[in-house]
């Protein structure tokens, strides 16, 4: 059987089994917890899960996959794949183990014709109720069947998740293909007994802690190697055997001249070109695009790998495009997707393959510079870490590290670059988050195959000659826009900056010499190296091929690049002031603004702010010059230019040095002087986070409207309050002292006349002829004692009140006397309460015989004067 002819095999037998036929999905999966599409069930964890209902409970797919624990394990095997097709069928809730077994068997037997006598099972060493299933229902020999542990036989698709024990499948390939022990069986770490097929009985779900919760429901997950049957059922020992495999390798052997199956390094490298040929096609077919991390990463190491594997073959001319040419041709029927994309990913490889030449030509820059280092340090070996740079960043060959090395008289210690390479491949099998990526840009994408990466010349010019090589409009690549028309233009060469690093983009014109105007309103990176011109056509008509003059907002861009390098400027001094624990977590640098997120405990004091701002005040006065500069990474890193933190670089950076205290990384654009930024001014400071604040800030004229109109606020102030500007503070401070004191007393005086306070003052009341109440109450101001007063009186029915209190604003005394019509006319006078109560705090004062008050300066007589009441209204004692 051909694989095409298994793939529909399988698929076909299980839609008998009532399942629904599913498509593959992509290889960028929905999971952020997954670099890649590493599984069949990948697709359905939601489900697994219990978040989400398919409207069916059995499904099959045939799955394309791709894993990168062990890429340079690839090749020096048979049976290694970084992309590779898994066939499973799956239950969400419905059938479990018993049917599980049942029909794995059945394929196994009754479809592909395996002989029964050659089929071992293994099962998870707890689960007596599988090995009870395949040994009493299936009808398995039970001497057939072998306990493993978890390492073995228990299952998850990564670190969290759904998992479960699992039963997998085990093909003998006879005596001739093992190790020759007598021992050998079932778990011997040789070929012989080959696990073609894994059923996974999915009942958990696995916590970051480690934890199993039982899922809603018991699924059934497993996966078929479809490269490993192949191998089983074409009678072959290598699935570089099978006939799709085989197809690519022997297309590899006519371009290099090199012959498969002797064995040795031309094997490995036939299989890598076979291997990597497919994962590159499929990947890019996906939407992954080279670059220097996440999952571009992976597609641009696997093509590096296979090219130098090409050259160790004797191929110096490119060849990776008629690779894809048969991969596609031979996997195209099952995967539309491939030949939809096939012009892309053959432009995109052949690209990528030609400018490898340009990464050796850097790598021999960087171990020159590096030899050169040793010759003057004295050494003669050249360490690990460093020869795993020039194989990581730059696609080195560690080989032709060694051979350069060894020209100069010196060595390569190896036993650190292997450990180095071990925890390269522990880092890939954790299957880290990438964060990097976004979704796939298509037109873009199309664009940059065709016409290449966008030239930026805005580091020098602000307008530049250049020519349109695409034009997106709704997502669509177009040939030509009409005025009025809103779209994304891009040109071979631009001095337009794109938004990246917390720089906004440019704004400007893209015009013609016929008068076509199009407007551009941002400037974006839709994908790696190509620059987006987003806007409108204001006049005209604009086309692909068109040649134009594209030129920037100069006055704007001078705003943007003022900010900017304040924003370095900023990063320096926080760094002296508050620590060298200060690192930048974030900017926005705008033409009116900017705003800078840094690393810090605590709130900075407003000394420490304004230490800050004095500082690079100074800076901006001595008119430092300001210089930016291209070198590889690792030099710029010996030579102590800070990297900012949680920034991702290429190989090589742009450096910004002002003056001689502030070296950088940053692409954006500068100043050239720090004059021309004039004056930095704060306008706040507050937390965004924990331990991460922010500061916003303006500069230049923006900064000296901020000060003009923080000037204008505090000329009016002072005009209000009609005292001098440097008096402001004082008398300000007093007006505020006196509204705390005013709002104390307020809520004293609320505190005396509450319900509580009244009740207790009238309890003391006494009989003069009537009720008559004559207390001391909490200190209040006149109008508090008068509310007070009217509600005691009130409250007395026909009675009076004396009451005393002191004034919260100064301590004087105050005395207040007031009666009913019924108090009065039974002989209540509150004026001659007042005359002879007063003089005992120094005071005086009168009114009415229904309301008399008194100010004094002694409140020490406060009680002698209510004394001096009660023995007048016959209350005394």
């Known amino acids: 059987m051909k694989a095409a002819d298994i793939r529909e095999s399988y698929l076909a037998f299980f839609e008998r089994k009532g399942a629904r036929r599913v498509p593959s999905s992509s290889l960028i999966p929905d999971d952020p917890s997954l670099l890649f599409t590493s599984a069949g069930m990948v697709q359905f964890k939601p489900v697994f899960l219990g978040l989400k209902d398919l409207g069916f409970t059995r499904a099959t797919t045939c799955q394309k996959c791709l894993r990168t624990t062990d890429i340079d394990i690839i090749g020096t095997t048979g049976r290694h794949h970084s992309f590779f097709e898994m066939l499973g069928n799956f239950s969400f809730g419905d059938y479990f183990k018993s049917e599980a077994c049942a029909w794995a068997y059945e394929y196994s037997t009754e479809v592909l014709g395996l002989d029964p006598d050659r089929l071992w099972y293994s099962i998870y060493e707890d689960d007596d109720e599988a090995e009870a299933i395949w040994r009493d229902e299936v009808g398995v020999p039970a001497d057939r069947i072998v306990r493993m542990g978890a390492k073995d036989n228990f299952w998850s698709a990564g670190p969290t998740g759904p998992c479960g024990p699992c039963s997998e499948l085990y093909y003998d390939q006879g005596p001739e293909v093992g190790c020759g022990s007598d021992e050998c069986r079932l778990g011997c770490d040789c070929d012989r007994f080959l696990e073609y097929w894994n059923l996974v009985f999915m009942q958990f779900d696995r916590a970051e802690d480690g934890t199993l919760t039982p899922l809603p429901k018991q699924n059934i997950d497993t996966g078929m190697g479809l490269e490993r049957v192949a191998a089983i059922m074409q009678g072959v020992h290598s699935n570089f055997e099978t006939d799709d495999l085989r197809a690519i390798v022997a297309v590899a052997e006519e371009l290099t001249g090199a012959s498969f199956g002797g064995g040795g390094r031309t094997d490995t490298s036939l299989r890598i070109l076979a291997d990597h040929a497919r994962a590159v096609t499929f990947m890019i077919a996906d939407g992954v695009l080279p670059s220097n991390e996440g999952r571009g990463y992976v597609l641009r190491r696997l093509l590096r790998r296979a090219v130098r594997h090409g050259r160790l073959l004797g191929r110096t001319e490119p060849f990776m495009t008629a690779l894809i040419d048969v991969v596609v041709e031979r996997m195209g029927p099952a995967y539309p997707g491939i030949v939809e994309h096939h012009d892309l990913v053959s432009r995109i490889v052949d690209a990528e393959e030609q400018r490898f030449g340009t990464t050796l030509r850097q790598g021999l820059a960087f171990l020159g510079e590096e030899i050169e280092g040793l010759r003057e340090r004295g050494e003669s070996r050249l360490d690990g870490t460093t020869a795993f740079t020039l194989h990581d960043t730059y696609g080195f060959p560690v080989e032709l590290t060694a051979e350069i090395v060894a020209e100069a008289g010196m060595e390569v210690d190896m036993e650190t670059f292997e450990v180095e390479m ?49 034009i997106v409009v709704d997502g669509e690549r177009v040939e030509d826009i009409a005025e009025g028309t809103t779209a994304e233009v891009v040109l071979d060469r631009t001095p337009f900056y794109a938004e990246q690093g917390g720089q906004v983009g440019d704004r400007g014109t893209i015009s013609t010499a016929d008068g076509a105007v199009f407007e551009v309103e941002d400037t974006t990176l839709p994908v790696s190296g190509v620059i987006s011109h987003r806007g409108t056509l204001t006049a005209g008509a604009l086309a692909v091929g068109q040649p134009v003059s594209a030129a920037i907002d100069a006055a704007r861009r001078e705003r943007i690049r003022r900010n900017h390098t304040a924003t370095h400027l900023l990063h320096w001094a926080l760094r002296l002031v508050l620590g060298e624990h200060v690192k930048q977590s974030g900017s926005y640098v705008a033409p009116d603004r900017l705003r800078f997120d840094f690393t810090h405990f605590e709130a900075p004091g407003a000394d420490e702010l304004a230490k800050v701002e004095r500082m690079v005040n100074v800076k901006l006065m001595e008119n430092h010059p300001v210089r930016s500069y291209e070198t590889s990474l690792s030099s710029a890193r010996e030579a102590g230019v800070t990297a900012l933190f949680g920034e991702k670089y290429g190989d090589f950076v742009r450096v910004l040095e002002v003056g001689n205290f502030s ?16 004056l930095i001014k704060i306008v706040s400071e507050g937390s965004v986070g924990a331990n991460l604040r922010r500061i916003e800030a303006v500069t230049s004229f923006d900064a000296l409207d901020y000060l003009e109109k923080e000037e204008a606020e505090l000329a009016e102030a002072a005009a209000v309050l009609k005292v001098g500007r440097f008096d402001l503070s004082e008398r300000v401070g007093t007006l505020v002292k006196k509204m705390k004191d005013l709002e ?26 009537y009720p008559l109440v004559v207390a001391r109450v909490a200190d209040m101001d006149a109008k508090g004692l008068r509310s007070l007063a009217d509600i005691v009186r009130a409250r007395l029915a026909g009675g009076a009140v004396v009451l005393a209190t002191v004034a919260p604003d100064g301590g004087a005394p105050l005395l207040l006397a007031a009666g009913s019509d019924a108090a009065v006319a039974a002989g209540f006078d509150a004026g001659s309460v007042i005359r002879t109560s007063a003089p005992h705090i120094a005071g005086g004062g009168g009114g009415k015989p229904a309301m008399a008050q008194a100010g004094g300066k002694d409140a020490s007589g406060i009680d002698a004067a209510l004394a001096a009441a009660r023995e007048m209204l016959g209350a005394a004692g």
């Open 744 to 769: 104390s007393a307020a809520r004293r005086t609320k505190d005396v006349l509450s319900e509580s306070s009244v009740d207790a003052l009238l309890a003391g009341a006494v009989d003069a002829g």
């Open 422 to 470: 071990a925890a390269q491949r522990e880092r890939a099998r954790a299957a880290v988050k990438d964060e990097s990526w976004t979704s796939f840009a298509s037109a873009f994408t199309e664009v940059a195959a065709l016409a290449g990466e966008t030239e930026f010349v805005g580091y020098e010019r602000d307008e530049e000659p250049a020519t349109v090589v695409g």
């Open 663 to 678: 070296k950088e990384l940053c692409g954006g654009t500068h100043v050239a002087r720090t004059t021309e930024i004039g």
